[in-house]
């Protein structure tokens, strides 16, 4: 395998999963260092083939993210200072959420502050009954920088997003949940394995698909009706002329589960 830890990032790979796992105890918090290794292994997923779909998790139980390294934020000295550390959570985060896999945020604790922003930028979210969610900056007199204000709205509705930024209240798991937040809402200790069983069911599905059909989904979110639909044309085009595509028809009209092979 072509993916390798990092200190306070560790991955590994099952089958054609990649799960990264953000080991910076006790809170895995967000420091510069962890989101640079974190920014160096998307991309090094992106070029690896065998990795179809990704998980990203935090170690032990008590925190999925906390948020960002408070210590960090607190030596801030100037506008340009925290610009930088701004935009180097951005470019991280929406790497992400462009890679053009899958990924799945399986949440395993307290996911607040830079923790939900990151959750955000995966495009599926399995929780424990026991996680807490929200954008507490206010409480520090600070707001949001890594995509709160922007993805939160997109997630739960500009009036409940509104909410939780300005008030800074802390939510379960559930109410997460009912706001559309989360996918799922899993016992506490069955977080990776749906994550990782979720993350299975999507990977034997053919990569052009997928690949194509998240395509559609993010341009069409960021962009009119019409635009969406015509991104989705043209995704439509690309997987429709596809070997897979053609294995999958012929798969159905044999009665047989498909082999695809992702091309």
Known sequence: MGLTSGEVVKVTQEDRVAILTIDHRPVNALSRQVLQELGRL??????????????????????????????????????EEAKAMAALGQQVFLGLQRLGKPVIAAINGVCLGGGLELAMACHLRVSGDRARFGQ???????????????????????????????????????????????????????????????????????AVAIGQALAAIEAGADSSLEQGLGREAEAFSVVASSEDSREGVKAFLEKRQPQFKDR
């Open 136 to 206: 507490p900056e206010v409480t520090l007199g600070i707001i949001p920088g890594w995509g709160g204000t922007q993805r939160l709205v997109r997630c739960i509705g500009k009036t409940k997003a509104t909410e939780w930024i300005l008030t800074g209240e802390i939510y379960s798991a559930q109410d997460a949940q009912r706001l559309g937040l989360v996918n799922v809402v899993v016992p506490q200790d069955q977080v990776l394995k749906a994550a990782k069983d979720l993350a299975r069911k999507i990977a034997s599905k053919s």
């Open 42 to 79: 998307v991309e090094a997923v992106r070029q690896e083939a065998a990795a179809k779909v990704v998980i990203i998790t935090g170690a032990g139980s008590l925190a999925f993210v906390a948020g960002a390294d408070i210590k960090e934020v607190g030596q801030l000295t100037s506008p």
